[in-house]
Structure formats: C-alpha cells, structure tokens
Nanobody, 124 residues
Framework: QLQLVESGGGLVQPGGSLRLSCAAS????????IAWFRQAPGKEREFVAS????????YYADSVKGRFTISRANAKNTVYLQMNSLKPEDTAVYYC?????????????????WGQGAQVTVSS
C-alpha cells in the first residue's frame, strides 16, 4: 500500500527556514516523480515544486523560485523541501504527492497519491 508521510512543519518567523520531509513506503520509490503542493485557507491547492525520479529535473512555482529547494534521497525513500526566506504568504498546509511516472510535472492531475499534509505557519 502506497503511503506518504510529511513531517517538519511548524511555526517560524518571517525570514526563517524550515525543512519538510516526505517519507514514502509501499512502492518502488525511485520509479516515481514526487511533488510538493500547498493549500492556504480559502484557496485552491497549488503547485510548489517537483522532482524527477533521478533528481535530474526539478520544477518550481515562480513564487518560491530561489527560496525553496526540492531534493530526494532514493536510498532513504525520502523527499525534502528546504524552505528559506519564508514569508507570511507561504503559510499553508503542505502536501507531498507521488506520480506513477519518473517524469516531474507541475500539474496536480498527474499525481495520484497524496500524504496527509503538514502545517507551515509563518508569523511573527
């Protein structure tokens, strides 16, 4: 059974950093592309970043480019999202998602498996 579990969320001040982790199990991890999406209260779920199976291709939303970095450790079945220079508008529930293809994508519809989400709050 495919399972994705996010961790590392919390409360941070503007300008601070957090690292989210997504631990995967129940499938051949290095055959899947992984992405992070986020959903703020009252808003649609939006793409944040994605990474191909071998880490060779990454995509970022314009709003996080230069501040967030997605990476993966296939030996640990884990994907990370390093978030720096956080802003209040980054406050959201962050979701990890898996695509049954090694190709990275920015389209929500391409990802069929989702974690339960991790809350990130950026506030002073």
């Amino acid at each position: 059974q495919l399972q994705l579990v996010e961790s590392g969320g919390g409360l941070v001040q503007p300008g601070g950093s957090l690292r989210l982790s997504c631990a995967a199990s129940g499938f051949t991890f290095d055959e899947y592309a992984i992405a992070w999406f986020r959903q703020a209260p009252g808003k649609e779920r939006e793409f944040v970043a994605s990474i191909s199976w071998g880490s060779g291709i990454t995509y970022y939303a314009d709003s996080v480019k230069g501040r967030f970095t997605i990476s993966r450790a296939n030996a640990k079945n884990t994907v990370y999202l390093q978030m720096n220079s956080l802003k209040p508008e980054d406050t959201a529930v962050y979701y990890c998602a898996a695509r049954n293809s090694g190709m990275a994508s920015m389209a929500r519809a391409d990802f069929g498996s989702w974690g339960q989400g991790a809350q990130v709050t950026v506030s002073s």
